[in-house]
Protein backbone atom coordinates (compact mmCIF):
# COMPACT_ATOMS: atom_id res chain seq x y z
CA UNK A 1 0.00 0.00 0.00
CA UNK A 2 1.22 3.17 -0.48
CA UNK A 3 0.42 6.21 1.15
CA UNK A 4 0.64 9.65 -0.70
CA UNK A 5 0.58 13.67 0.92
CA UNK A 6 1.35 16.70 -0.91
CA UNK A 7 1.09 19.38 1.40
CA UNK A 8 0.20 22.98 -0.32
CA UNK A 9 -1.97 25.72 0.28
CA UNK A 10 -4.06 24.97 -2.93
CA UNK A 11 -5.83 22.14 -1.99
CA UNK A 12 -7.51 21.51 -5.55
CA UNK A 13 -4.00 21.45 -7.03
CA UNK A 14 -2.75 19.06 -4.88
CA UNK A 15 -5.70 17.02 -5.12
CA UNK A 16 -5.23 17.43 -9.02
CA UNK A 17 -2.27 16.10 -8.95
CA UNK A 18 -2.63 13.08 -6.69
CA UNK A 19 -5.19 12.01 -9.08
CA UNK A 20 -3.01 12.32 -11.84
CA UNK A 21 -0.15 10.41 -9.93
CA UNK A 22 -2.80 7.74 -9.58
CA UNK A 23 -3.82 8.02 -13.34
CA UNK A 24 -0.42 7.60 -14.06
CA UNK A 25 0.13 4.34 -11.81
CA UNK A 26 -2.76 2.86 -13.20
CA UNK A 27 -2.35 2.99 -17.15
CA UNK A 28 1.07 2.16 -16.33
CA UNK A 29 -0.02 -0.99 -14.79
CA UNK A 30 -2.24 -1.68 -17.91
CA UNK A 31 0.17 -1.01 -20.53
CA UNK A 32 2.67 -3.47 -18.30
CA UNK A 33 -0.18 -5.99 -18.58
CA UNK A 34 -0.88 -5.55 -22.42
CA UNK A 35 2.92 -6.20 -22.93
CA UNK A 36 3.18 -9.50 -21.05
CA UNK A 37 -0.18 -10.69 -22.95
CA UNK A 38 1.13 -9.47 -26.60
CA UNK A 39 4.60 -11.72 -25.43
CA UNK A 40 2.65 -14.70 -24.27
CA UNK A 41 0.50 -14.40 -27.60
CA UNK A 42 3.92 -14.05 -29.63
CA UNK A 43 5.78 -17.09 -27.92
CA UNK A 44 2.49 -19.40 -28.37
CA UNK A 45 2.57 -18.34 -32.00
CA UNK A 46 5.76 -19.11 -32.32
CA UNK A 47 6.23 -22.39 -30.43
CA UNK A 48 2.91 -23.56 -32.51
CA UNK A 49 4.74 -22.85 -36.20
CA UNK A 50 8.09 -24.64 -34.57
CA UNK A 51 6.12 -27.83 -33.37
CA UNK A 52 4.18 -27.83 -36.72
CA UNK A 53 7.54 -27.70 -38.56
CA UNK A 54 8.58 -30.68 -36.30
CA UNK A 55 5.71 -32.37 -36.83
CA UNK A 56 5.35 -32.21 -40.49
CA UNK A 57 9.41 -33.64 -41.14
CA UNK A 58 8.29 -36.54 -38.50
CA UNK A 59 5.60 -37.11 -41.54
CA UNK A 60 7.19 -36.70 -44.25
CA UNK A 61 10.41 -39.18 -42.35
CA UNK A 62 7.61 -41.45 -41.88
CA UNK A 63 6.60 -41.79 -45.15
CA UNK A 64 9.96 -42.49 -46.58
CA UNK A 65 10.85 -44.57 -44.47
CA UNK A 66 7.66 -46.94 -45.19
CA UNK A 67 8.59 -46.14 -48.92
CA UNK A 68 12.57 -47.20 -48.38
CA UNK A 69 11.14 -50.55 -46.95
CA UNK A 70 8.41 -51.55 -49.06
CA UNK A 71 5.88 -50.97 -46.00
CA UNK A 72 2.62 -50.36 -46.47
CA UNK A 73 -0.44 -48.64 -44.73
CA UNK A 74 -3.31 -49.97 -44.58
CA UNK A 75 -5.45 -47.36 -43.68
CA UNK A 76 -4.48 -45.27 -46.42
CA UNK A 77 -4.59 -48.03 -48.89
CA UNK A 78 -7.64 -49.55 -48.90
CA UNK A 79 -9.45 -51.34 -51.93
CA UNK A 80 -12.81 -49.47 -51.61
CA UNK A 81 -12.29 -45.86 -51.40
Known sequence: MISLNIQ???TEY???ILNEMIDVFNQDGIK????IHKRTIDFVNER???LSSELDSIEID????KIK????D??????FH
Open 8 to 10: NSN
Open 14 to 16: SRN
Open 32 to 35: DRQL
Open 48 to 50: YVF
Open 62 to 65: KKIF
Open 69 to 72: NDLV
Open 74 to 79: LTSSTL
